[in-house]
């Protein structure tokens, strides 16, 4: 792993497959997993790439936006635009931390830098398109794990929070 301050942590949300998206949406409504989105990243910049910001469809308030992508030409308004992932890191190396937020691409760029996991596993599979990268569990620890049910749907998910095994 490459040692890069400040902390770079993912945050994401999986079916038992490590399915996160399909057709640019998110395949499962869980309500404490977005108050739980919420509560993370708030006050932290958030990496996304292009398509996962044209999903959520509006900037998120109290968090700098940010959105990774290869189109040089790409301009939004209040966002910031990166064409590449340390750049950005160093731009906003004044946080402790700085949260990637999706999607699949972005996640697999950032896996090799990221200290911290924060990880929602449904405990079902759903139907998609897009996958986050599996990940080897020799290079990671359970440091917190707290078991959840959304009874209107009965769905079992898990909140997780994986560090990376020092080297």
Same mark, same amino acid.
């Given at each position: 792993?490459?040692?890069?301050?400040?902390?770079?942590?993912?945050?994401?949300?999986?079916?038992?497959?490590?399915?996160?998206?399909?057709?640019?949406?998110?395949?499962?409504?869980?309500?404490?997993?977005?108050?739980?989105?919420?509560?993370? @990243?708030?006050?932290?910049?958030?990496? %996304?790439?292009?398509? @996962? =910001?044209?999903?959520?469809?509006?900037?998120?308030?109290?968090?700098?936006?940010?959105?990774?992508?290869?189109?040089?030409?790409?301009?939004?308004?209040?966002? =910031?635009?990166?064409?590449?992932?340390?750049?950005?890191?160093?731009?906003?190396?004044?946080?402790?931390?700085? %949260?990637?937020?999706?999607?699949?691409?972005?996640?697999?760029?950032?896996?090799?830098? @990221?200290?911290?996991?924060?990880?929602?596993?449904?405990?079902?599979?759903?139907?998609?398109?897009?996958?986050?990268?599996?990940?080897?569990?020799?290079?990671?620890?359970?440091?917190?794990?707290?078991?959840?049910?959304?009874?209107?749907?009965?769905?079992?998910?898990?909140?997780?929070?994986?560090?990376?095994?020092?080297?």
């Amino acid at each position: 792993m490459k040692n890069i301050q400040p902390i770079i942590s993912i945050i994401v949300a999986v079916d038992s497959n490590n399915l996160i998206g399909n057709k640019n949406t998110i395949p499962w409504e869980i309500p404490g997993e977005l108050k739980r989105f919420r509560n993370i @990243t708030m006050g932290k910049p958030i990496i %996304m790439g292009r398509k @996962t =910001h044209d999903s959520i469809g509006v900037v998120l308030d109290g968090r700098e936006n940010i959105i990774l992508t290869r189109n040089k030409n790409y301009k939004k308004n209040d966002v =910031h635009v990166y064409n590449n992932f340390l750049e950005c890191v160093k731009k906003f190396n004044s946080y402790p931390e700085i %949260m990637v937020i999706g999607g699949s691409e972005i996640y697999n760029l950032a896996l090799p830098f @990221t200290q911290k996991i924060y990880l929602t596993k449904i405990k079902d599979e759903y139907t998609g398109d897009t996958w986050f990268p599996a990940l080897n569990e020799s290079e990671w620890n359970i440091v917190e794990q707290e078991n959840k049910n959304y009874k209107e749907k009965d769905i079992n998910y898990s909140f997780l929070i994986l560090e990376r095994v020092n080297e």
